[in-house]
């Protein structure tokens, strides 16, 4: 049984998805692995760590 619904959730997404079609970002600055996509101010697309709040493009 995993100690928290992030394991769980990690556990449900690796079952779902193949290896070869997953890939993981990480935070530049802290390294999490919870990382939003945004629309960047020039339409461009950037990254937003949600754990530290970092962003990046």
Same mark, same amino acid.
Do not use: K
């Given at each position: 049984?995993?100690? *928290?619904?992030?394991?769980?959730?990690?556990?449900?997404?690796?079952?779902?998805?193949?290896?070869?079609? *997953?890939?993981?970002?990480?935070?530049?600055?802290?390294?999490?692995?919870?990382?939003?996509?945004?629309?960047?101010?020039?339409?461009?697309?950037?990254?937003?760590?949600?754990?530290?709040?970092? *962003?990046? *493009?």
């Amino acid at each position: 049984m995993p100690a *928290s619904i992030l394991e769980e959730a990690d556990h449900l997404l690796g079952a779902a998805v193949p290896p070869v079609m *997953s890939t993981r970002l990480s935070c530049p600055s802290c390294g999490s692995a919870h990382v939003a996509q945004m629309l960047g101010d020039n339409g461009g697309i950037s990254y937003v760590c949600t754990a530290c709040g970092h *962003s990046w *493009s």
